[in-house]
């Protein structure tokens, strides 16, 4: 018996990794807290590649599909009846939009600096979203979908760690705060934990940070009003000195939210 099972979610450009390094790995903790851990590679991530998954053609895909599919596996392996779901960034994004249809198999969710309102509380970052999206119009860009390659952007920045790691660099696109990870965990979790993003995925969010809704990519569901009404136990976490994430783009999520346990 354990303490439950529970799927961890990972952000947008990486992979499960993200969870489990070698020396610091959150899996293993939560592991060795009595819970029965899954990571997924989302589709175009990680392993998934090796099954001949190719990367999204909209952001919609993760939540339609592998969220579904990946918990009805977690649950037909691990016996249990619901599980937890624990999402980094845009993993948690997943799981504040994919919950409302399975709720009778989640038990409570977990989101660690995951925007709901993206791009509010950074005022670069939204400058950067609007730039983006109005990009994405021109009919040069317009139903194009290469891919992203963030796992040279990873290993670019641990390559320039000294220049990154450090408080003098205003540029809110850092995936950790300056000198709080070990130099060689940091090294891991840029080279091993960065993968492979699609240009869809990038610009659905960016659309939504522009025009301060979050919905899918049609506009036929409204994913902040599904959840708002979802009462299921929720943990929402967010770092002050996050600048992809700051609280006042994460704090939507809670005060949106009517769960009872919250």
Same mark, same amino acid.
């Given at each position: 018996?354990?303490?439950?099972?529970?799927?961890?979610?990972?952000?947008?450009?990486?992979?499960?990794?993200?969870?489990?390094?070698?020396?610091?790995?959150?899996?293993?903790?939560?592991?060795?807290?009595?819970?029965?851990?899954?990571?997924?590679?989302?589709?175009?991530?990680?392993?998934?590649?090796?099954?001949?998954?190719?990367?999204?053609?909209?952001?919609?895909?993760?939540?339609?599909?592998?969220?579904?599919? $990946?918990?009805?596996?977690?649950?037909?392996?691990?016996?249990?009846?619901?599980?937890?779901?624990?999402?980094?960034?845009?993993?948690?994004?997943?799981?504040?939009?994919?919950?409302?249809?399975?709720?009778?198999?989640?038990?409570?969710? +977990?989101?660690?600096?995951?925007?709901?309102?993206?791009?509010?509380?950074?005022?670069?970052?939204?400058?950067?979203?609007?730039?983006?999206?109005?990009?994405?119009?021109?009919?040069?860009?317009?139903?194009?979908?290469?891919?992203?390659?963030?796992?040279?952007?990873?290993?670019?920045?641990?390559?320039?760690?000294?220049?990154?790691?450090?408080?003098?660099?205003?540029?809110?696109?850092?995936?950790?705060?300056?000198?709080?990870?070990?130099?060689?965990?940091?090294?891991?979790?840029?080279?091993?934990?960065?993968?492979?993003?699609?240009?869809?995925?990038?610009?659905?969010?960016?659309?939504?940070?522009?025009?301060?809704?979050?919905?899918?990519?049609?506009?036929?569901?409204?994913?902040?009003?599904?959840?708002?009404?979802?009462?299921?136990?929720?943990? +929402?976490?967010?770092?002050?000195?996050?600048?992809? $994430?700051?609280?006042?783009?994460?704090?939507?999520?809670?005060?949106?939210?009517?769960?009872?346990?919250?």
């Amino acid at each position: 018996a354990t303490r439950g099972a529970v799927l961890l979610l990972h952000g947008f450009g990486q992979n499960r990794r993200t969870f489990s390094l070698s020396r610091r790995s959150f899996a293993n903790y939560l592991a060795a807290a009595g819970f029965d851990v899954y990571a997924v590679d989302l589709r175009g991530h990680g392993r998934s590649r090796a099954f001949g998954a190719s990367r999204p053609a909209s952001l919609d895909e993760y939540i339609r599909e592998d969220l579904p599919a $990946a918990v009805r596996e977690v649950l037909e392996i691990s016996g249990e009846r619901r599980l937890f779901l624990i999402g980094h960034s845009l993993g948690g994004l997943i799981a504040y939009a994919g919950s409302p249809s399975m709720a009778d198999r989640v038990r409570g969710i +977990v989101t660690i600096g995951s925007p709901m309102h993206f791009g509010r509380g950074t005022f670069v970052l939204r400058l950067l979203a609007m730039l983006g999206h109005g990009l994405a119009q021109v009919p040069t860009f317009r139903g194009k979908n290469p891919v992203l390659p963030v796992r040279e952007l990873g290993r670019q920045l641990a390559r320039r760690r000294l220049f990154w790691d450090t408080r003098l660099n205003p540029f809110p696109v850092r995936g950790w705060h300056p000198g709080s990870v070990e130099p060689d965990i940091l090294e891991e979790y840029l080279t091993e934990a960065f993968d492979r993003a699609s240009l869809s995925v990038l610009l659905m969010m960016l659309r939504w940070a522009t025009h301060r809704h979050f919905q899918s990519e049609d506009g036929r569901i409204d994913y902040e009003e599904r959840f708002a009404n979802l009462n299921l136990p929720l943990l +929402v976490l967010a770092g002050e000195h996050d600048r992809l $994430a700051p609280p006042e783009s994460c704090q939507p999520a809670y005060d949106r939210s009517q769960s009872t346990d919250r």
